[in-house]
Nanobody
Framework: QEQLVESGGGLVQAGGPLRLSCVAS????????MGWYRQAPGKQRELVAH???????NYADSVKGRFTISVDNAKNAVYLQMNSLRPEDTAVYYC?????????WGQGTQVTVSS
């Protein structure tokens, strides 16, 4: 079983930064992928940023140039640095990890951006 614990969400003014953290209960050295999704009220969950085992990263077009994903295997952690936040970034952000054929999700952390 895998557990993912997120932290770092909160309320921030538009234009400000926020950093999300997610720590896995097991080593991230052998995973297939790790990343972040988000879900705004009334909308479907969408990919924000993704990092695969080869180090390749992908971002949603709406966050390119503003958000940066990074992985620290020594800490079994993935981070999402969010800069120049906009009200439309308001959502619950979920960390996820793919190990083999299994996907695991964190409990979600609320990010609210005020205008």
């Amino acid at each position: 079983q895998e557990q993912l614990v997120e932290s770092g969400g909160g309320l921030v003014q538009a234009g400000g930064p926020l950093r999300l953290s997610c720590v896995a209960s097991r080593s991230t050295l052998s995973i297939n992928a790790m990343g972040w999704y988000r879900q705004a009220p009334g909308k479907q969950r969408e990919l924000v940023a993704h990092n695969n085992s080869g180090g390749r990263t992908n971002y949603a077009d709406s966050v390119k140039g503003r958000f940066t994903i990074s992985v620290d295997n020594a800490k079994n952690a993935v981070y999402l640095q969010m800069n120049s936040l906009r009200p439309e970034d308001t959502a619950v952000y979920y960390c996820y990890l793919r190990r083999g054929v299994h996907d695991y999700w964190g409990q979600g952390t609320q990010v609210t951006v005020s205008s």
